[in-house]
């Protein structure tokens, strides 16, 4: 059974199959999921040709249920894992000008300046994506979730929010998109969203090590005490005490290899597979600012786009989170958000994207 926490994250889902399986849907003001499936579609998705999705655990009156905990959303995910689907879309609007005139006063670099600025016509390209994650360790949990990958390489958010609200105004595209260059950013955008959605779990596991290593602990000391209890009776008696202290050693080794093998039952391991992918177009305000580190310069494009409606964030280099405000490292002058340029000592030393 998948598990998740949340709303929206399993209609989100189903809403992208269905569209990358050729269905018309549209979001009902109360948020369930209508659509239109073509016939040939209905036999793998086990669907009506026409029906109404419900962000729910269990079918309805007036729905079928694919929230978490449905046997519906389990086939649906078994579905798309076994053919990944891909959709392109673009959207055809005006991108917001106020947005792209305020960039210069929203960004901000932590350890440098800004040099100049330049804007113009651009493209804003989303790759958004939704995951099936499986973790297993002496238990197993499996989940679903979206990220969303922005035009300046940076985890973008706001973008899957605005394809979710503004999908009806939007037309086929093609799929297109630079994968080389992508695909290392959004491992690093999904391994983070991963670790944060199954970050209850990793806990639960944690903890249930250290109820058994404690347990282990117990067992072993209480042992240990019977032994040096017989120990001491068998000195003050004058009595040789080789064999109870050769079970001492052995105790203490035994509870040695008994806690080491706590680690591999309790090791997690997170599988990730793709299961939709939406690459969306958007006409977009580009910006190129001229930044500048010691006496070192380099451009950054950041794009205000007609999807998202706001100034979008530039990708941090070493671990493609999204930020307005970030540094330089001194080396290539990778952009850094603040925890990675904590940890490059303020960029002064070799960054994570400089030595991945």
Known sequence: MIEGSGTGDALDFAAALLAARGALAERSPGGALDYVLPAEATAA???????????????????????????????????ACAAPSAVGLA?????????????????????????????????????????????????????????????????????????????????PAPAVVDTVTLAARI?????????????????????????????????????EVEVRSEIARRRARGSDTTAQQRRLSSLAADLDAKIEALAPRFAVAIELTPVAVAIVRAPSVAIDLRVRRRKAERDVRLHASALTRELD?????????????????DDRLHVLCAGCLRAAGGGRRGCHACAP
């Open 45 to 79: 998705l086990g669907l009506p040709e026409a029906g109404r999705l419900l962000d729910a655990p269990a079918d309805a009156r007036d729905g079928a249920g694919v929230g978490f905990g449905s046997a519906r959303l389990d086939r649906l995910v078994a579905e």
């Open 313 to 329: 964030p530039v990708g941090c280099d070493a671990c493609a989170a999204g930020v307005l405000a970030f540094g330089l490292c």
């Open 187 to 223: 491992a690093r955008i999904a391994a983070r969203a991963a670790r944060e959605r199954l970050a209850d779990f990793v806990d639960g596991v944690r903890r249930r090590k250290a109820r058994d290593g404690g347990r282990l602990r117990e067992y072993y000391g209480a042992l």
């Open 91 to 171: 959207i055809d609007d005006t991108p917001p000008a106020s947005a792209a005139r305020s960039a210069r006063d929203r960004v901000q670099i932590l350890n440098g300046v800004i040099a100049g600025a330049s804007e113009g016509p651009g493209e804003a390209v989303y790759a958004i994506l939704h995951f099936h994650a499986v973790a297993r360790a002496d238990e197993q949990r499996e989940t679903l979730f979206s990220i969303a990958c922005g035009p300046a390489g940076g985890e973008t958010p706001a973008a899957t929010t605005a394809l979710e609200q503004r999908i009806d105004d939007m037309r």
